[in-house]
């Protein structure tokens, strides 16, 4: 092995050769000709024509498999995902081929002794399985193509199985979410598959099971999931037992479990239960009184302290809904802080002065997306002053090394990282920084949020021995996953070596287009006209204006800048149209700012307008705080090229948008956005597309910085915007997404 990590196409093949390890044994052997018959199951044409009562059916499943062709524009027999090939041909190849194949294989099928009646509606129940099964992909706005790959297999099994009067065996053998979903047209024949399906699975995860409460609330063994739920997902009982929804209120309330009635109580008797419930352990280990627990929430310090105790005890017991809490609450200080930015430090800090160290570490960790750079550093002084004369190594054990990364990839970027490391020795430094790197091959396939915290840190880091020690640590937990088989090892420290030796990644376009092929990633420094256009001749536009203060004084701005005569401005009820009268066709479409919460009826008839007139943005632009994201996240889809978050582009959010949108290039700030910031970044882009030119983000950003070098007022809040191709969290990402992808496609 060379002293580099390789790269992506060597890596793949080192995967597959794993993988793929019994190949060679197999090949050794002497290979004898198949003169197997085929299957009557693969046979690829029909023995017989369809007769014309069952011929409806075929044609349902047809114009479902049609209304997801042309979800890209074109009925071309290819179903469009992203512009990495391996996602479109695995889903075109399930949704397209191996339905034809399924319908072909439902009229071939062996009748096995039915009679025409019997056998006729037998075959009308597969068929409406498979429509079934496509009409529910054409209403997901989130595709992951390889479940769908493993889903339609699945549903071809299950077929055969009930065909061959096995299906009971199958479910038994084959207990997942694919064969719960695939077997519902099949449960009244076999009742009990349904509920050996649904106990199990509520034994495997009670956390995925619980979502389905609707499903099998009247059943008798929903007391036992719900029982087991609620020592992961309590919350989710909490809304439960407190629904109008009369079945999954009394599926809650009927349960026995001491967990589950405490619940309960604290739904019935606590005058917050909502803020009650972060404090389960407490009640339900008598530690704490229910009326105990409303005081302490009544007093907003006091609720942010006792929670911030929670979490240096480490219950287990609603850790998720504690920490969800904490989160919140850090965010109101942090906001606080933020607004009194041109205060002095004395009016700007009162909120947190009472605070210990361990309350400051968390204010900062989950403040991460919103906290501003001088709100940080008064923060983080405040911290160092306090733990005194305790290590930095001692005090991170306190808080049990949660959010750590996170932390030293703030530190880094802040400038602060030389200074935390300072308070420690030699060893026990190199001790945490060899955790930072470690360890990150744990967790699921799709967990990379500590990885990504890894690969923002090292870009800020301007100690050149700490960064000549982390690439050896790469190196080394890259060998360790090697020799450990670990996938997700490989996939990461593979990266991360990637994006470590090239710490020049974006600076020049042949840099950048030369790194997108190492990471196997179509090029990360542009985006071209071509693509924005879609299956039409305009590029389209969403902004997504909120109805608050904030909300309305950027809307007002945003218009002033297509009053140059280039634009002309229609308004109705409920959202502006932005026409380009000069140059390349280009509309944007602005929902109105109206009160809250009127102004996500705005968005929904905004939305509805532009679906039933199919129109697909490909740019989307998010206008207001990082609490109305979700809203925003939640209407991106697969056509969507660029996303404009103008704040919070912590990972999750990153996560988010590429699940939604996987080619998306995200442009986002690692503070609150600014319109002052937002509304350049937008100007320069529109210039581009009015002048049909492709958008060239290093280009793109050296004009900005030109610009903003001359606005000294809010030249440091440009500075945090992340541009697309030095968005290593979004970068890192795509990356590991199309790795693992690629070696799924290869099996």
């Known amino acids: 092995m060379s002293k580099k990590i390789i790269y992506f196409p060597v890596l793949f093949l080192l995967l597959s050769l794993l993988i793929c390890n019994d190949a060679s044994a197999q ?80 009229e071939n099928l062996p009748s096995m002794g039915r009679d025409a009646v019997t056998d006729n509606q037998t075959r009308i129940r597969y068929l409406t399985a498979v429509w079934e099964m496509l009409r529910k992909y054409n209403q997901n706005t989130k595709i992951d193509p390889f479940y769908y790959k493993k889903l339609v297999a699945n549903m071809r099994s299950v077929i055969i199985a009930d065909n061959e009067s096995k299906l009971p065996e199958f479910a038994y053998a084959n207990v997942n979410m694919l064969t719960l979903e ?27 099971m619980i979502k ?8 008798t063994f929903a007391t036992y999931i719900i029982s087991d739920a609620a020592k ?4 989710e009982v909490f809304n439960y037992a407190s629904s109008t929804d009369y079945p999954l209120r009394n599926a809650v309330r009927r349960s026995n479990d001491s967990l589950v009635r405490t619940i309960v109580q604290i739904a019935d008797k606590s005058r917050s239960p909502l803020k009650a419930m972060p404090f389960l352990n407490d009640i339900y280990t008598g530690k704490k009184t229910i009326a105990e627990i409303d005081k302490i929430t009544e007093d907003p310090d006091l609720f942010f302290l006792n929670l ?17 809490e904490l989160a919140y609450r850090s965010l109101k200080y942090v906001r606080e802080m933020d607004d009194l930015h041109e205060s002095p ?46 290590t930095g190594d001692r005090f991170l054990d306190t808080v049990h090394r949660d959010h750590f990364r996170t932390f030293l990839r703030m530190c880094a970027g802040y400038n602060t990282l030389s ?32 990885a990504v915290d890894v690969a923002d840190a090292y870009g800020s880091i301007k100690d050149s021995s700490l960064a000549v020690f982390l690439k050896l640590q790469v190196k080394k937990n890259f060998e360790m996953s090697f020799k450990q088989k670990r996938k997700k090892g490989l996939y990461i420290y593979s990266l991360l070596s990637l994006l470590f030796d090239n710490e020049n990644i974006g600076n020049t376009d042949t840099t950048a287009l030369n790194e997108s092929k190492k990471l196997g990633l179509p090029p990360i420094n542009e985006v071209s006209y071509k693509s924005l256009l879609g299956d039409t001749n305009v590029v389209f536009e969403q902004f997504f204006f909120f109805g608050d203060e904030d909300g309305k004084n950027s809307y007002s701005s945003f218009l002033g800048n297509f009053k140059d005569g280039k634009w002309k401005i229609v308004t109705d009820k409920y959202w502006s149209t932005i026409t380009s009268t000069t140059g390349k066709p280009v509309v944007i479409f602005a929902n109105l700012p109206i009160p809250e919460p009127d102004d ?92 049909g030119s492709d958008i060239n983000w290093i280009k793109t950003w050296r004009t900005l910085e030109e610009y903003f070098a001359k606005k000294p007022d809010v030249r440091e809040k440009f500075s945090d915007y992340v541009p697309p191709y030095k968005n290593l969290g979004a970068i890192f990402i795509k990356a590991y997404r199309r790795m693992q992808n690629s070696s799924e496609t290869s099996m």
């Open 308 to 324: 911030v105790r929670l979490k240096v005890e480490n219950n287990t017991l609603a850790s998720d809904t504690y920490s969800d």
């Open 212 to 219: 389905h409460l609707s499903e099998f609330a009247n059943d």
């Open 182 to 208: 695939n077997c519902q047209q099949f449960y009244d024949q076999h009742p009990e598959i349904r509920a050996y399906l649904y106990i199990q699975l509520g034994k495997q995860d009670p956390r995925v």
């Open 600 to 691: 996500e009826e705005a968005q929904d008839k905004l939305c509805k307008y532009l679906a039933e007139h199919d129109i697909h943005p490909t740019i989307m632009v998010h206008r207001g705080h990082s609490y109305h994201l979700p809203l925003t996240m939640d209407r991106l889809n697969k056509q969507v090229k660029v996303v404009i978050l103008g704040s919070c582009g912590g990972y999750h959010n990153l996560s988010v948008v590429l699940d939604h949108s996987p080619d998306a290039h995200i442009i986002s700030s690692k503070q609150t956005g600014t319109m002052a910031v937002n509304e350049p970044i937008i100007k320069i882009i529109n210039e581009d597309l009015l002048n």
């Open 27 to 106: 090949r050794r052997k002497k290979v004898k000709p198949d003169t197997t018959k085929i299957s009557v199951y693969d046979i690829d044409t029909l023995t017989h024509t369809i007769p014309r009562n069952r011929q409806i059916f075929h044609d349902r499943i047809d114009k479902e498999q049609k209304r997801a062709d042309v979800s890209d524009g074109a009925v071309d027999g290819e179903i469009y995902f992203s512009e990495d090939t391996a996602y479109s041909a695995v889903l075109t190849r399930a949704i397209l081929t191996d339905v034809d194949h399924i319908q072909i294989m439902i």
């Open 419 to 450: 200074d935390f490391l300072g308070t420690m020795e030699e060893d026990k430094r190199t001790a945490l920084m060899s955790d930072f790197i470690a360890g990150l091959q744990n967790g699921n396939d799709d967990d990379l949020e500590d």
């Open 232 to 235: 992961l997902l309590p919350n």
């Open 345 to 390: 430090d004395p009016v700007r800090f009162k909120c947190i002065e009472k605070f210990d160290p361990v309350a400051l570490y968390y204010i900062m960790v989950y403040g991460q997306d919103e906290i501003y750079t001088s709100s940080f550093l008064g923060t983080y002084k405040r911290m160092q002053e306090r733990m005194k004369p305790v």
